[in-house]
Structure formats: C-alpha cells, structure tokens
C-alpha cells in the first residue's frame, strides 16, 4: 500500500493532551465537576500527576515542579491556545458556568449564513477551553468540493476515501 499523502503516519485518533499544572488536585476538581472527565489509572512515573478521560480523549495533567513560578492567563482571549468541545445546549453551557461563577467570554462566528457559538473560559492554570455548537459549520475540505458535517465519522469517511484514492493513483 502506498503513503497516503493526507495521512503519511498513518494516524488513528487524537489520543491525549498534556497539561502541566500548578495544582492537579485543583486541575482534577476542575476537569471532573466542570467539563466531566473521568479519573483513570495512570502508571507510576516518577513525577506527580493524574490521568482523566472522556468524550474520546485523555487528558494527562502533570505537576509542575515550581507552582509559584508557573505563568498564569488572566484574560481570556479566543485567539490563544484552547482545546474545544461540542456541546448540546449553548444555554445550558451558560448558566452553568453561572452558576459555578466561571468568568467567560462569549463568540459568535459567522460564514455563508451559518452561526457558530462559542464560550471561552479558563481552567486553574490559565489554560483555555472553548464550548461551542461547531457541528452547525461544514467541514470543507480545500482541496475537494465535497461538503460534510463535522462529525468524527464523516471525517473518518472522508480519510478513508482520500486514502483509497491514493491506492488506485
């Protein structure tokens, strides 16, 4: 089988982000009550940290061996570093950060008639986490003029067809 050009390490999946973190119990707190990931086994390093998971990803939070030196964002800002989630309800999203009294900041992208809602905000450390309804916006690939949600399978569909057509080249 040839190298496929779209996925020349023939890539699988997002498996985890790494955090660095100046508390993992306070980043633990966070990333289980607010977004609702799932502590999990992580193996034993020789460094303090956990391991959580959900929605299809990990997320590996690691000490930080200097807390008080540990740079921290306090404005939010939608252009900066951020992992995002797709969410069922933008007013769900809202009053429970509300409620928790999480300041964020709200966005809303616009193309071809088609609205996007985003909700920006901060997790202990300063790193960003986007909530939006991204599915409403298609996926279009530059290259191709076929159009698609944004979902995992059809983008898979998408990988798989571009791969297959590498093969027959």
């Known amino acids: 089988m040839k190298d496929s050009v779209a996925n020349p390490l ?47 990803i990990g997320i590996h939070l690691l000490q930080t ?37 999480i300041p964020y900041v709200r966005s809303m992208v616009e193309e071809g008639g088609i609205h996007v809602d985003q909700i920006f905000f901060h997790d202990p450390d300063g790193f960003m986490v986007e909530i939006c309804n991204c599915d409403n916006l298609p996926v279009v690939p530059l290259a191709e003029d076929m159009v698609r949600s944004c979902s995992r399978v059809n983008l898979q569909m998408m990988q798989h067809q571009q791969q297959i057509r590498v093969v027959h080249q």
Do not use: T
């Not at 023939?10 to 799932?38: M, P, R, T, W």
């Open 10 to 56: 023939h890539l699988k999946s997002l498996n985890h982000i790494s955090l660095v973190c100046g508390s993992v119990d306070e980043a633990i707190n966070f990333y289980q009550n607010v977004l609702g990931f799932i502590p999990i086994r992580r193996p034993s390093f020789d460094f303090d940290g956990a391991w959580l998971f959900g929605f299809g």
């Open 65 to 101: 061996e200097d807390a008080e030196n540990m740079p921290k964002k306090n404005e939010i800002n939608p252009k900066d570093n951020h992992i995002s989630f797709q969410c069922e309800s933008m007013g769900a999203v809202e009053k429970k950060l509300k409620e928790m009294e």
